[in-house]
């Protein structure tokens, strides 16, 4: 086992969700993480319904986004239960991962092994991906998620890929993040109050010109969604049990009476 995955469960099931709206997938992954465990990991692929802005659970967006703003460029908003700053959900490959750390582990390390494990499965596909170095400490009403990668995100050429973000709540560890097909963080200007600066460009996998071809790898969203699933599972597998996740009917009903938590306009423009 790769020194940076001992952080890792051994077994882990794998839940491949329709797209759905941005409450839904905000309640899935914080269900997710309130039933954590050590002994099996949950990797949940997802995508939304319709291009929504999310906000780090603390990100500052006074002055920056309100509802005005937001619902003028047409776009739904959420509060995250993760980490990190704005961000732009719209042609992307999302994942997120729970799982209850073990003894002395930290968020760190389970970041760093998630990590490696998504960095394998691109370069597997011939993504020429690689980790982001130190970087400047980044407040949470700092700059949009897409505008600098932090300290150990997947880049290609400087260019942010994937952009992550995570909370630790006691031993139970959530990670989320998007895998950019296209690159639309540009939209989070339009969404904004006043006049943001467009965020540099971001790599968008299906916009790589991959391999001595030139050609990007894959042609379509759902070719890249299957490659990388595929991709993931084989790096998993490496060193663990993997299987299919069911919901019960019970997580179902959790997930269905939070919806609501992640639009409520006291969490959402709290700040």
Same mark, same amino acid.
């Not at 995955?5 to 051994?10: G, I, M, V």
């Given at each position: 086992m790769s020194p940076r995955? +001992?952080?890792?469960?051994?077994a882990w099931?794998?839940?491949?969700? %329709?797209?759905?709206?941005?409450?839904?997938?905000? &309640?899935? *992954? +914080?269900?997710?993480?309130d039933h954590a465990s050590p002994d099996v990991g949950v990797w949940r692929w997802y995508a939304w319904s319709t291009p929504t802005v999310s906000f780090g659970r603390n990100e500052r967006t006074a002055g920056r986004y309100s509802p005005a703003s937001v619902a003028a460029a047409g776009l739904p908003a959420v509060r995250r239960p993760t980490g990190g700053r704005a961000l732009l959900h719209?042609?992307?490959i999302t994942y997120s991962v729970t799982f209850g750390l073990t003894g002395s582990q930290g968020w760190r390390e389970a970041y760093d092994a998630v990590n490696d494990v998504l960095e394998a499965a691109l370069r597997a596909m011939g993504v020429p991906v690689a980790r982001a170095g130190a970087q400047p400490p980044v407040a949470p009403d700092g700059p949009v998620c897409f505008d600098m990668p932090a300290e150990g995100e997947l880049v290609v050429n400087g260019r942010k890929l994937v952009g992550s973000a995570v909370w630790r709540?006691?031993?139970?560890?959530? %990670?989320h993040g998007s895998i950019l097909l296209h690159d639309d963080q540009a939209?989070?200007?339009? +969404? @904004?109050?006043?006049?943001?600066?467009?965020?540099?460009?971001? !790599?968008?996998?299906?916009?790589?010109?991959?391999? @001595?071809?030139?050609?990007?790898?894959? @042609?379509? &969203?759902?070719? &890249? %969604?299957?490659?990388?699933? !595929?991709?993931?599972?084989?790096?998993?597998?490496?060193? &663990?049990?993997?299987?299919? /996740?069911?919901?019960?009917?019970?997580?179902?009903?959790?997930? +269905?009476?939070?919806? *609501?938590? /992640?639009? *409520?306009? *006291?969490?959402?423009?709290?700040?």
């Open positions: 995955r +001992a952080a890792l469960p051994h099931t794998v839940w491949p969700c %329709q797209p759905a709206d941005g409450p839904t997938n905000m &309640a899935t *992954d +914080a269900v997710l993480l719209s042609r992307e709540h006691g031993s139970r560890y959530l %990670q939209m989070l200007a339009e +969404a @904004s109050e006043g006049s943001m600066p467009l965020p540099p460009p971001a !790599a968008g996998l299906l916009e790589l010109p991959l391999g @001595s071809s030139g050609i990007p790898a894959h @042609s379509d &969203a759902r070719t &890249a %969604q299957v490659a990388l699933a !595929a991709a993931v599972h084989c790096e998993l597998s490496r060193d &663990a049990t993997v299987t299919g /996740f069911t919901p019960s009917a019970s997580l179902l009903g959790e997930i +269905a009476l939070r919806r *609501d938590e /992640f639009t *409520d306009p *006291d969490r959402l423009w709290r700040r």
